[in-house]
């Protein structure tokens, strides 16, 4: 392992071992990333099997009323932006908000710099030994005022959708979008 996967290792641990979880459900979640990242040093990358961290960040518009939510195109469901770490990236928030920036196509965004959520969903198309188990460190941004959003090569489409009229959306989701809106503007 190289001194920067080291490095993102590291700050992922220090990261989940300093945050409060909302939930009993979160801290059980808190607990099992935790575990994987101290006992697997490659635990932040791909090479993880069947489990691995990723990150990802919510963006909401600059008053907390919309969020932006990518098609994705491998899974045809509407999420949060997000993925895998690379080489470069020298935190955990990091990773989450070069998703953002990739994924959506604005530059400034204003990161909470907190995990608000952790997940775990299975993803059957990650890696050829089968499905992986995406432990997800979920943050949440502020857009600026007039940003535009430009659709990445992951998504099919992209859209902002009012608070109060979203598409089916998983449970988790729903949960981050009021403690996003909560954290970023008090709502």
């Known amino acids: 392992m190289t001194d920067h996967r080291a490095d993102l290792h590291a700050d992922a641990l ?8 909302p939930t009993e459900e979160q801290h059980a979640l808190r607990e099992r990333f935790v575990a994987l990242l101290a006992a697997e040093p490659d635990g932040m990358w791909r090479s993880a099997y069947p489990d691995h961290l990723t990150a990802g960040t919510l963006v909401l518009d600059e008053a907390g009323e919309r969020v932006l ?5 491998k899974a045809g469901r509407w999420f949060h932006f997000g993925g895998h770490a690379e080489v470069g990236d020298p935190t955990l928030a990091s990773v989450a908000l070069r998703e953002a920036r990739e994924e959506s196509g604005i530059g400034d965004l204003d990161l909470h710099p907190v995990p608000l959520q952790l997940d775990v969903h299975v993803v059957p198309f990650c890696d050829p030994r089968g499905g992986v188990s995406h432990l997800d460190v979920r943050y949440a941004a502020l857009a600026p005022a007039g ?3 430009a659709v990445s090569e992951e998504s099919l489409a992209l859209r902002w959708w009012p608070v109060d009229d979203l598409p089916d959306l998983e449970p988790s989701m729903l949960r981050l979008i009021g ?3 909560a954290a970023l503007v008090g709502t």
């Open 14 to 21: 220090a990261t989940l071992r300093a945050w409060t979880p």
């Open 69 to 73: 939510l990518n098609l994705h195109r």
């Open 147 to 149: 940003a535009q959003e």
């Open 179 to 181: 403690w996003a809106r």
